[in-house]
């Protein structure tokens, strides 16, 4: 039988050089070009694609910094006008990947630009083991499609667009597993269309995640000013140790876990999609999920309800570098910490998970036609 990892490997390594300096912005939503302008009304939401919406099988996010010396207002109008030429060159392809991008820490005090409150440098956390080469960026790019070949042309279109102003940081591909990872998986079937996803584990990822007019409340920014219809964006590269995990027992694995394996529904019963209680009991008392449980411990009860939109897609580098990208986003990166520092503190996963890259990017608002991407920020 053929190995999956090993085509997508080779796939990745015959791709002409240009692409492998991938970059990339955010496709003008179809319905805001379309529409003709409405003289004295205000507009609406002008947002990047990629972050609701149909999740795409592939992504890949690429890093970049600024060339050395690219800085202060010489700099500020280098940006703007690669920005420019990002949204012309979006706006006139037609509809399928979608790119997002997001501007790093770093890159406001660089160019003397004001940058969103939470825009800072995310925490050490207990544990970690963080790699700068791996993380980290002055401008971070997502590019979604249904197939690699996609992801990466448009990374290189993108790439091509920005030679002169960027330099690559780092890139990671990810994929959507067409089948559960693992001879110690267990009789489950593959995700479908429509289904939530599995991450390498094999457990569903994404099964508490806010709907979309919860996501209104807890992922877009709002209110005058210029960073309204943005958002935040949390990158984490998890490297996993799914052999190891994958010999324990499904029941030890699920209470690490603290959902069911084959349907993701609570430890204590029910459909996939209800709500865990972190303090569910038996009738005789005992504690239905461990006090060490993942999704215990993420729990937005301890967050008075605060919520993340998460996206975690499979990466395999190599047979020694497995495991989960994880992207959330959310209105403010504070909670992120919050559930990050419960997690590295007593999350049973954690024994098999290593954090080694981090990042964070505030995702610009969208671009029409009189207005290019990045043009309220920069």
Not at 14 to 28: H, I, Q, W
Not at 35 to 60: E, F, I, S, T
Not at 273 to 283: K, M, N
Request: glycine fraction near 14%.
């Amino acid at each position: 039988m053929s190995d999956p990892g090993f085509r997508r490997r080779t796939l990745l390594a015959t791709l002409p050089a240009a692409f492998a300096l991938s970059g990339c912005d955010t496709l003008l939503p179809r319905r805001e070009r379309d529409r003709p302008p409405v003289q004295g009304a205000p507009p609406g939401p002008v947002r990047q694609d990629g972050v609701v919406g149909p999740r795409r099988q592939h992504v890949l996010f690429v890093s970049y910094d600024l060339n050395p010396g690219t800085r202060g207002a010489p700099g500020r109008d280098a940006v703007r006008r690669l920005l420019a030429r990002w949204s012309e060159l979006l706006a006139g392809r037609p509809p399928g990947p979608t790119a997002t991008i997001g501007i790093g820490p770093a890159l406001p005090p660089r160019l003397g630009i004001g940058a969103p409150e939470g825009l800072r440098e995310l925490p050490a956390f207990p544990g970690e083991h963080l790699d700068a080469g791996a993380g980290g960026g002055e401008i971070g790019v997502q590019i979604c499609a249904q197939d690699p070949w996609a992801c990466e042309t448009l990374a290189g279109l993108l790439a091509a667009a920005g030679a002169g102003v960027l330099r690559p940081r780092w890139r990671q591909a990810g994929f959507w597993p067409p089948e559960l990872p693992g001879p110690h998986s267990g009789p489950f079937t593959p995700s479908r269309d429509g289904e939530t996803p599995r991450d390498p584990l094999g457990f569903k990822f994404g099964t508490a995640n806010p709907s979309a007019a919860e996501s209104e409340r807890w992922v877009w920014l709002s209110g005058p000013g210029p960073y309204a219809d943005g958002t935040f964006l949390v990158v984490r590269r998890i490297r996993l140790r799914v052999e190891e995990f994958g010999r324990l027992p499904v029941a030890r694995q699920e209470q690490i876990v603290g959902r069911r394996k084959r349907g993701g529904e609570p430890l204590g019963g029910g459909a996939e999609h209800d709500d865990v209680d972190p303090d569910a009991r038996t009738a005789d008392g005992a504690a239905l999920l461990p006090a060490d449980a993942h999704v215990r411990l993420a729990h937005h009860r301890f967050d008075g309800g605060a919520r993340m939109l998460r996206r975690g897609y499979s990466y395999e580098n190599h047979p020694a570098d497995r495991g989960l990208l994880f992207l959330a986003y959310l209105k403010d990166p504070a909670l992120f910490v919050r559930v990050q520092g419960r997690l590295a503190a007593g999350d049973a996963l954690n024994s098999f998970a290593e954090h080694y890259g981090s990042a964070l990017f505030y995702v610009l608002p969208g671009a029409r036609p009189d207005r290019p991407l990045g043009s309220m920020v920069l």
